[in-house]
T-cell receptor, first 113, second 112 residues
């Protein structure tokens, strides 16, 4: 049972470098999300995709872009990494509807130096 | 945007103790959820609450959806070492995006 798979698990970037975080889910969910987790701040929504072909900004979208490549895959891109983007990034997926469970990947720990 | 205030931020537990944590918000939510995160893992859903006043149990866990729809608590009875981790409350409003707003988390640690 793969669930939600994120790659890579760890990454170190230099300021100004770009990279793409990959996420894939095998549960046929319509909705997918990218969150970042910082100490004491819980998880904050960066971008989400309510369904294939749509993407919307969340609470903290600046400095990021996303692509919903197909129903399974939702990628997060940092065009020019900054130290403030050092964080743990989580991808999640769910079915639409109140109270439906969001399944999370294991996270990508990103350090920008 | 909405904010969830979760307390306490951290607490030490001794095996067998009961634990209580809560979340409050300035906004109304239609659903409250409680997640647990183990080290190196993503959060996993523990309990979902759908109606104001609802009290739901899952084994040693009990959670309630506040009457005002602006708060929720989670109790863990007779704690065991594997209860250690970070617990998050999350609120959900009725929109097409199905987005969750998370509290800052409560970190449970074991007393030495």
């Amino acid at each position: 049972n793969a669930g939600v798979t994120q790659t890579p698990k760890f990454q170190v970037l230099k300021t100004g470098q770009s990279m793409t975080l990959q996420c894939a889910q095998d549960m046929n969910h319509n909705s997918m999300y990218w969150y970042r987790q910082d100490p004491g701040m819980g998880l904050r929504l960066i971008y989400y995709s309510a369904s294939e072909g749509t993407t919307d900004k969340g609470e903290v979208p600046n400095g990021y872009n996303v692509s919903r490549l197909n129903k399974r895959e939702f990628s997060l891109r940092l065009e020019s990494a900054a130290p403030s983007q050092t964080s743990v990034y989580f991808c999640a997926s769910s079915e639409p509807g109140l109270g439906t469970e969001a399944f999370f990947g294991q996270g990508t720990r990103l350090t920008v130096v | 945007g909405q904010q969830l205030n979760q307390s306490p931020q951290s607490m030490f537990i001794q095996e067998g103790e009961d634990v209580s944590m809560n979340c409050t918000s300035s906004s109304i939510f239609n659903t409250w959820l409680w997640y647990k995160q183990d080290p190196g893992e993503g959060p996993v859903l523990l309990i979902a609450l759908y109606k104001a006043g609802e009290l739901t149990s899952n084994g040693r866990l009990t959670a309630q959806f506040g009457i005002t729809r602006k708060d929720s608590f989670l109790n863990i009875s007779a704690s065991i070492p594997s209860d250690v981790g970070i617990y998050f409350c999350a609120g959900q409003i009725d929109n097409a995006g199905n987005m969750l707003t998370f509290g800052g988390g409560t970190r449970l640690m074991v007393k030495p």
